[in-house]
């Protein structure tokens, strides 16, 4: 399964932008990049996902490198309720395994 | 409309004994899941069924069978209850069972076993 590196922790004011990145050197072709963010008590919850070009959603952006090696997620202004864990994950085309790293603690002061 | 249910929310038990856990998803998904989040917040795949069928088994004790009655519904029966059952479970489900859908999460059965 191919890893993905993200930092420990990251901190943000409210309504500011937020740059989490995310290393995924040894991605194969087939894989997807997959964000999830898990609220405190609770469970895990979508971002967004892409394969090859930028995605946007109504939660947040996703930019990935030409090289695919590495991606940033990007939310465009962070509020209270953003603060959470936030995991990139690296899923193949043919398999339903989502696989949890230890993801990156985003703080949002106010 | 809650889209993935779980109950119960919380479930305190001893060891030894057998317990279940329900799930339940309204999103017309063919695609469930059962996750667990140890002590140390690390969450792990546990199994996967698409259609009702076992896809996934991560090398989970026997002592742990899930159950699909129809694809709305994924149970988790876990018998002879050990204290380092004690974890959040999650059920999850997906349109498709491909690295190309979403997965949309439960909110979590804490179960502790004294």
């Known amino acids: 399964d191919a890893k993905t590196t993200q930092p420990n922790s990251m901190e943000s004011n409210e309504e500011e932008p937020v740059h989490l990145p995310c290393n995924h050197s040894?991605?194969?072709?087939?894989?997807?990049i997959h964000w999830y963010r898990q609220l405190p008590s609770q469970g895990p919850e979508y971002v967004i996902h892409?394969?090859?070009s930028n995605v946007n959603n109504r939660m947040a952006s996703l930019a990935i490198a030409e090289d695919r090696k590495s991606s940033t997620l990007i939310l465009h202004r962070a509020t209270l309720r953003d603060a959470a864990v936030y995991y990139c994950?690296?899923?193949?085309?043919?398999?339903?395994?989502?696989?949890f790293g230890t993801g990156t603690r985003l703080q949002v002061f106010p | 409309d809650t889209a993935v249910s779980q109950t119960p929310k919380y479930l305190v038990t001893q060891m030894g004994n057998d317990k279940s856990i329900k799930c339940e998803q309204n999103l017309g998904h063919d695609t469930m899941y059962w996750y667990k989040q140890d002590s140390k917040k690390f969450l792990k795949i546990m199994f996967s069924y698409n259609n009702k069928e076992l896809i996934i088994n991560e090398t989970v004790p026997n002592r742990f069978s899930p159950k699909s009655p129809d694809k709305a519904h994924l149970n988790l029966h876990i018998n002879s209850l050990e204290l380092g059952d004690s974890a959040v479970y999650f059920c999850?489900?997906?349109?498709?069972?491909?690295?190309?859908?979403?997965?949309?999460f439960g909110p979590g059965t804490r179960l502790t076993v004294t």
């Open positions: 040894t991605i194969s072709g087939t894989d997807y």
């Open positions: 994950i690296l899923r193949s085309y043919n398999t339903d395994k989502l696989i």
């Open positions: 999850a489900s997906s349109q498709g069972s491909s690295g190309a859908w979403e997965q949309y």
């Open positions: 892409g394969l090859t």
